[in-house]
């Protein structure tokens, strides 16, 4: 396997379509807007060679069709559950995949933001390590809204991903962090983490820099989504609440409830 690169290209307002790479193919995750794709592959002298779709929501898949007129035979991987368009290959997740730039990938079901969202796992990419591309499941300190799953199915999604090697590098598909810090600090001021988190994606922000990649050892330690078992976190959502929660997935429940209203 050839030096593999991962760089984001941002579209629409806040979305990033991550894009691996090396010097001369590329694989697009989540390619909701295809003209950001195409000047990318033009500056950089690259020829596409697979789509990966995490979930069917709009802002993810509207670019596949252009992309496709451009690179013709592309193979499009995505959720067997959802209407993706141009899927070749139907995921449910359980699957090994070995894409081009000989990377080896788990497919992992991981509802909750909608009801066939899958992320894929990459336990070694070379000088990177472990790589998880989670779509809008998991949030560096945040995670995805409940849009078509149950709270309980979310929880059990992002039990799986904090499950994953701390190392692992995670790339979502959102610039969500600063305001999901703002919930977190909220949720435990006293987290030195989050205060720390604040003060690095604040400078990275400022300078224009995404602050993304995290990984799932900082998550556990920042992401209040990923701390429901934590007493201070059971105790911030109780006073929120007005009731202490029952256990691990109700305390789950009542704070995206809390943070949909934040």
């Not at 760089?7 to 090396?22: E, G, K, M, Q, V």
């Not at 472990?130 to 709270?151: A, K």
């Not at 209040?224 to 007005?242: E, I, S, Y």
């Amino acid at each position: 396997m050839q030096r593999l690169t991962i760089t984001p290209i941002p579209a629409f307002s806040d979305n990033y379509i991550w894009c691996l790479h090396d010097t001369r193919i590329a694989i697009v995750v989540d390619p909701g807007d295809a003209a950001p794709v195409k000047a990318f592959m033009t500056h950089h002298s690259l020829t596409l060679a697979g789509i990966l779709v995490t979930h069917h929501h709009w802002d993810h898949v509207n670019g596949i069709n252009s992309l496709l007129d451009e690179w013709p035979g592309v193979p499009v991987w995505g959720p067997a559950a959802e209407t993706i368009p141009a899927r070749t290959t139907a995921l449910a997740g359980g699957e090994t995949l070995t894409l081009p730039l000989g990377i080896k990938v788990q497919v992992m079901h991981v509802p909750g933001h909608t009801l066939g969202h899958i992320a894929y796992f990459a336990a070694s990419t070379g000088d990177l390590g472990p790589v998880l591309l989670c779509g809008d499941t998991l949030f560096s300190s945040g995670c995805g809204r409940l849009f078509e799953g149950t709270p309980e199915q979310m929880h059990q999604s992002l039990s799986q991903l904090a499950a994953l090697p701390p190392e692992t590098r995670v790339y979502c598909t959102h610039e969500y962090t600063q305001s999901n810090l703002r919930f977190a600090a909220a949720v435990e001021p006293g987290n030195a983490a989050i205060a720390a988190r604040i003060r690095e994606v604040t400078a990275l922000r400022a300078g224009g820099k995404p602050s993304l990649p995290s990984s799932v050892g900082l998550e556990l330690e920042v992401n209040p989504f990923l701390r429901v078992g934590h007493p201070k976190v059971a105790a911030a959502v109780a006073r929120n609440c007005g009731a202490n929660p029952a256990d691990a997935g109700d305390t789950f429940a009542k704070l995206r409830q809390w943070k949909d209203r934040f």
